[in-house]
């Protein structure tokens, strides 16, 4: 078993407006190994495209952050921006949702990894460069004739796997891949995540994948973050957390899922809360069809269901915690409509 | 309060299109003005200096028989005539021309000549701009090619030189004066508006509400004209200050070549800074500096005016000032 | 290039070309109906009242305004396509040789004008849009906002107050000095071009200082839209996807901003820079009136006063070709810098 690659603690990332923060990211922790691939669930609006983008410490200006990442002992919070530029690309890579509109449609795809390369290997001859563009894009498919074309001249899954490509030209030791696959259709999906199983296999490159599809945490990760509200309510193997979940949330994701056996519609009732003022104590309290008490009163504490297996729920303790009468129901006239986050 | 389940036609045929007509009509203007209210930093200043000197402007054009010290064409006053070319002084602030007018008293009484023009040439080229448009845009087909067709070619046409030649050519049968000024300029707006419109309704046309009217039975002129219309003139204010803007510099340089209004029926500042050039050369710099900061000015004014406005509708480049937050040290545990 | 953009490139040229020819018919038959609505005829309207009627009627005859409308208008036609556009009817000179005598000082006021214009405009708007919110954006914008309200005719009569009377550096007048004028031996009517033909040096240096004042003053107010344009591209492009994609490879901001924001912002400018052209020609006949520049703006201005519409309306179908031409001519470029546009 190796070492965590990315250890992440107690992360924070609000956004900045003209009244309070939007809480994007609040209190998350976990860690990748290398040759791991971690997957990250939440409904939008929850904060994931921001995770993605703190460890790469690409948010906007107003924009802060609080907490540690830590890769190869480094604080990238605490890090310089200039030495954080320094990592993506050689240590760190991400690829976004959106593959169309993610080329500079004036510059052909050799001028692109040209670029990436010299940016942070500048000595290295021209030809070695295009030598090493031609792997990458040979490991993703793209013949090498196509290779001084421009990004109009090829589909959206072509270009998804480009992108590909230009993120792991200088072979990062971690990758976020956010919502990778969720703009292409599902045979392409398909061979996405088939060249991001590779990874796994053949390179060793810790993974994040951040996605709100199930079936693809199930089909591609080892093990599954949930994430709700800027938090992680649960995390553990994808196998363990899917066939005994121990988050209500979890659980009702799951039995939100269609498949040719549905016959009924299920919901969560709700709609996703605002992150500017998110729900008190477990964000989830106002949807939550086990809610008791103590859920609307006391921050949950992280408690272990199995080995691995964490999750933030007063339902599974600890019992101590709970003052008495805690435990009660939590009496509600109607499920709460949230504001819009 | 009507029931939207009501049959329509039946009992009380207005019910349901009249909540969604004041619906969406309200909502346009409630958002406009909402939007200019809450508006922060410089584009707000640039809306409010530009505002300012639109309404200084007018109140010269409006209250000029009250304000000016002179009429345009006075070169004499209670019996006392007035120097030629005199330097500004505390009878003439702004001094006299060659033909003994005091050029103060001018300046006042053109901006009334502005502002008529500026009035009549945007109503004009909105009144057929804006209306082509829509129909354009919401009907499609040949009707529209043609007509953007014709538009474009109109467009790509040098607009002063359009002007020089209506103008011109109106001036033998109508004689100059202000509708020959202001027509000469509509004509070359109209393509701005019939663009700007037509693309918005295009965008809006397939928009779920008008599919909506269109399943209850409404009239395609009803559609136009109280859901797409309200909708689509949020851009029009921005092309006709713009437009208010390029017409004071058309009404200028026809009036500076000549094709303007004759001095006798009113002021025009365009043909007094023609007349200053030849003052230059003789050092004379009031004759013409005056006239041409006016001319300045109130173009700025309206420009300002359609900036600020673009800059606080125009969602792709509304900036709000956000401040980088606070991130306490340990999250609040336990209560709330 | 590959050989499949060449073969598009061309495909695009040809199909570009063969749109022109609409555009033309339209531009023309406007110009036929302006030139016909008014004055009746132009013959009459010249010389109604100065000459007998039966003159008049003579000349109607032999340039063929008696016949039926729709004769007229297909002959009118015939006659532009192929640049056979009458004489004058106050001097008699062909309009032709009108065009080409006076044409040439246009085009070199013209393009000189776009140039400035062109520098002016997008390095401010560059600035303005990369620091936004600075003092050099808000400052940059109302440059631009207010050198565009400065009517060509007034900054002309700023410069000839600054120049001509208290610091006499720059002439403001003419295109050359009377000197170089009468002794200039002229190959293509491009001053600057036939001055370098002759080895004159002084000669050649006269000319341009000649020229600075107006295309600076043309120039500087067309700036002003540029600049704006510019500047709400850079705004748009900086936020741009591949932007943020390529910041997230690790990629220097400098190279980003240049390589990557300021090229993309730009390539819109072209086509409206383009459009600038059509506004470049009518501030043209401004500028040839305020510094007395020989040019057929000045042309068409005399041609009207004297009421000579055949001349005029000779001038104005010269125009209206010329903006196609330069319309059809700004695409051709649009197409071969930015390679989505051959592909549509």
Redo the contacts between chains.
């Keep these: 078993m190796s070492d965590a690659v990315l250890d992440v603690r107690n992360l924070r990332a609000w956004y900045g407006t003209e009244g309070d923060p939007v809480r994007a990211v609040d209190g998350i922790s976990f860690e990748i190994r290398s040759g791991e691939t971690l997957g990250l669930v939440g409904e939008s609006g929850c904060g994931k495209s921001t995770l993605g983008r703190t460890i790469l410490g690409l948010l906007p200006e107003g924009a802060a952050t609080a907490g540690e990442i830590r890769y190869r002992d480094r604080n990238l919070v605490t890090a310089t921006p200039k030495e954080v530029r320094a990592m993506r690309g050689p240590e760190l890579g991400l690829i976004f949702q959106e593959p169309m509109t993610r080329l500079d449609p004036l510059v052909t795809i050799e001028s692109h990894f040209i670029e990436t390369l010299k940016a942070h290997e500048p000595d290295v001859k021209e030809k070695e460069m295009r030598r090493r563009s031609l792997d990458a894009l040979g490991a993703m498919g793209i013949p090498p004739t196509r290779f001084k074309q421009y990004p109009h001249e090829f589909s959206g899954g072509m270009r998804q796997r480009i992108m590909i490509a230009l993120a792991l030209v200088l072979n990062p030791k971690v990758l976020v891949a956010d919502e990778p696959t969720t703009a292409l259709d599902v045979i392409v999906e398909g061979q996405i995540l088939e060249i991001l199983a590779d990874l796994r296999r053949n390179f060793d490159t810790a993974l994040l994948l951040i996605t709100h599809n199930l079936g693809i945490v199930a089909e591609a990760c080892d093990r599954v973050a949930v994430m709700y509200a800027g938090r992680i309510v649960e995390q553990g193997d994808a196998r363990e957390v899917f066939a005994e979940p121990a988050h209500p949330y979890t659980r009702a994701l799951l039995d939100s899922i269609i498949s040719l056996a549905t016959t009924d519609l299920k919901y969560i009732p709700g709609a996703p809360p605002s992150l500017i003022h998110p729900p008190p104590a477990c964000r989830f309290h106002p949807r939550c069809p086990n809610a008791m008490r103590v859920c609307s009163t006391k921050d949950p504490v992280q408690v272990a269901v199995a080995e691995g297996h964490v999750t933030e729920c007063w339902l599974h303790g600890p019992e101590d915690q709970i003052p008495d009468g805690g435990e009660q129901p939590l009496e509600r006239d109607e499920i709460a409509v949230a504001e819009e986050a | 309060m009507s029931s939207i389940g009501e049959i329509p036609g039946s009992a009380a045929p207005q019910s349901p299109e009249a909540e969604i007509k004041n619906e969406q009509r309200a909502a346009g203007v409630r958002r406009l003005i909402g939007q200019i209210r809450t508006a922060r930093g410089v584009p707000k200043w640039i809306l409010y200096t530009g505002v300012g000197i639109v309404l200084f402007f007018l109140i010269l054009a409006i209250f000029a028989p009250l304000i000016a010290p002179y009429g345009f064409a006075d070169s004499s006053s209670g019996g006392v005539d007035f120097p030629k070319q005199a330097a500004p002084s505390s009878e003439h602030l702004f001094g006299t021309t060659v033909q003994s007018t005091d050029v103060l008293s001018r300046i006042i009484w053109g901006a009334r000549t502005e502002i008529e023009v500026v009035i009549v040439a945007v109503f004009f080229s909105l009144s057929v701009g804006v209306p082509l448009g829509l129909l354009s845009g919401y009907v499609g087909g040949k009707l529209d090619r043609g007509l953007v067709l014709v538009m474009d070619a109109l467009f790509a046409f040098p607009y002063l030189l359009l002007a020089i030649v209506i103008a011109f050519l109106l001036s033998d049968k109508l004689g100059q004066g202000i509708i020959t000024a202001a027509l000469a300029i509509t004509i070359v707006y109209i393509p701005q508006y019939f663009r700007v419109v037509r693309n918005h309704v295009i965008s809006v046309r397939e928009e779920p509400y008008v599919e909506a009217a269109r399943a209850l039975g409404a009239k395609r002129r009803t559609i136009i004209g109280r859901y797409v219309f309200f909708n689509v003139i949020q851009n029009v204010p921005v092309v006709a200050t713009l437009n208010a803007a390029d017409a004071i510099l058309t009404l200028a340089a026809l009036g500076f070549l000549g094709y303007g209004l004759q001095p006798t029926q009113a002021a025009e500042w365009g043909y007094d800074v023609q007349r200053a050039i030849s003052d230059a050369g003789a050092g004379i710099w009031w004759t013409g500096l005056f006239p041409g900061l006016a001319i300045v000015l109130l173009v700025t004014g309206f420009t300002l005016v359609g900036e600020g406005l673009n800059d606080i509708l125009n969602p792709l480049i509304r900036y709000r000032r956000v401040r980088k937050p606070e991130i306490p040290a340990e999250p609040a545990e336990g209560e709330k | 290039m ?1 050989r499949a953009h060449e073969t598009s490139l061309r495909t695009y040229i040809l199909t570009r070309i063969a749109l022109a020819v ?2 033309v018919l ?2 023309l038959t ?1 110009v036929f109906l ?1 030139m016909r ?3 009746g005829n132009p013959i009459q ?1 010249a010389l109604g009242g100065h000459v007998p009627q039966a003159q008049i009627q003579k000349r109607e005859h032999r340039a063929g305004y008696d016949r039926p409308i729709l004769t007229q208008y297909v002959d009118y036609l015939k006659d532009a396509f192929t640049l056979d556009l009458g004489n004058s009817l106050t001097d008699h000179t062909p309009v032709t040789t009108i065009i080409t005598d006076n044409g040439a000082a246009t085009v070199e006021l013209t393009v000189a004008a776009f140039s400035v214009a062109l520098v002016v405009g997008i390095s401010i708007g560059l600035v303005a849009g990369r620091w ?2 600075t003092p050099w954006d ?1 400052g940059g ?1 109302m440059f631009g ?2 050198i ?4 060509v ?2 900054l ?3 410069a ?2 600054i120049f ?2 208290l610091l006499g550096w720059l002439p403001v007048s003419g295109r050359a000095s009377p000197e170089v004028t009468a002794t200039l031996s002229q190959h293509t009517h491009f001053f600057l071009i036939d001055t370098l033909i002759n080895g004159d040096f002084n000669a050649f240096w006269d000319c341009v200082l000649h020229l600075i004042l107006p295309a600076v003053t043309l120039g500087l107010v067309t700036s002003g839209v540029l600049i ?1 344009l510019v500047r ?1 591209n850079l ?2 492009t900086m936020k ?3 932007v ?9 901001e400098r ?1 980003v901003v240049i ?2 924001a300021f ?2 912002a730009l ?1 819109p400018v072209i086509t409206v820079a383009g ?1 600038q052209l ?6 043209a ?2 500028t040839e ?2 510094f007395n520049w020989p040019g057929i703006g000045a042309q ?2 005399r041609y ?2 004297e009421r000579d519409y055949i001349a ?1 309306q000779g001038i ?1 179908t010269v ?2 070709l010329a ?2 031409a330069v ?1 059809v001519l700004i695409d051709l470029i649009n197409a071969f ?4 546009v051959r ?1 549509s």
């Design positions: 590959t609409p555009t339209i531009l406007m302006l609505v008014a004055p309207a936004r919110d808000v914008r906002i207010v565009y309200a400065a009517p005719f007034f002309g009569f700023l000839q107050l001509a009377d704006r709400v705004m748009q741009g996807d591949y943020e994609a390529a910041r997230a490879r690790g990629v220097g190279r390589h990557h090229r993309n390539v459009l059509a506004l470049l020609l009518g501030g006949i401004l009136e305020t068409l201005v009207l006063n005029v104005i125009f209206a903006v196609v319309s810098i930015d390679p989505r592909y």
